[in-house]
């Protein structure tokens, strides 16, 4: 069973925060049948914390409770649980019926009302799962002893199994940019190769820091994308949204955050391990101007200043002093 510590649970967490972000998810990748009975506008994200201490470790407690069109004083608990391993968990049906029965059991010690939980499974791994029932796991075979087990309905979505397009249609583009740099987390060459398509789904207004800024963070954090990568992610970007991207790198290399603290770590990230390697830094300072990239932002990309920026640029008879 997984422990949901890690970086990628954090940043799951962080998309999901926000009720806008969690329902445009929803409303694209709930079975249609459920969407006809839950009334999303009404979804909102629980404060109270409804896993148990010896269950935390598991889960990463991101619950929602919604409304039902049929009857609005009716609510349902959407319990997501975000599977970030890059293989499957034989066992996550188990941990989500400990969740649901202990939930319920604590409902009625505290004489609480008891309600319907759905269960989300949001798997992020490349490898293929199908998830097993329990009398599966059991090693049980005759229908007699199949009637008396105990199964767990839930919604399975695979980020491999969604195309770029779905994504992009998420109606809050931020959020369809956050789906979009999980999906390949553990592709790198197939990252780098998205990230064009990540930056143009920031949109325009979104204002550099925020979640933004927590997007970005977490793909410079995660991966290794060199420089040349990054230029050319911005080769095809509006400008309006490069100078948003390049405010955000800024902000983030001069508070040396990730998580609160990195301490360069993020500079290392962006600049592809760069550090001696003048000719490389030369390259890219040459294609980034070649495709239109300023001086300060090029000064920003590769860690050079300005006047080092120029002295390549006009060493190479891009520009003249």
Known sequence: MKKANNIHDKFVKASFSDADRAIAFFEKFLPEQLLQVVNLSTLKPLQESYIQAD??????????????????????????LF????????????????????HWIKCLRDKRLLKPIIPVIYYQGKKKWNIKPFFYLLGVTSPQIIRYIPEVQHHFIALSSL??????????????????????????????DDLAKIFRLFPENAGAGNFLETIFVYLLSVSDIPNEEF????????????????????????????????????EGKIEGKLEGKKESITEVILKGFDNNLDIV?????????????????????????
């Open 55 to 80: 269950l935390k470790e598991y889960f990463s407690d991101i619950v929602f409770e919604v409304s039902c069109f049929e009857n609005s004083e009716e609510k349902a608990d959407i319990v997501l």
């Open 163 to 192: 195309s770029d397009e779905t994504i992009s249609n998420i109606r809050d583009h931020l959020m369809a940019a956050a789906v979009m740099a999980q999906k390949n987390v553990f592709d790198m060459p197939t990252l780098a």
């Open 231 to 266: 230029i050319k992610a911005l080769e095809y970007t509006p400008n309006d949204i490069k100078k948003n991207i390049m405010t955000t790198y800024t902000r983030i290399k001069e508070e040396g955050k990730i998580e609160g603290k990195i301490e360069g770590k993020l």
């Open 83 to 102: 599977e970030h391993k890059s293989s499957p968990d034989p066992y996550v049906l188990i941990q989500l019926g400990h969740y649901m029965f202990s």
């Open 297 to 321: 932002l090029l000064a920003n990309i590769t860690g050079q200043n300005e006047d080092q920026v120029r002295t390549i640029l006009v060493k190479n008879h891009k520009i003249k002093l």
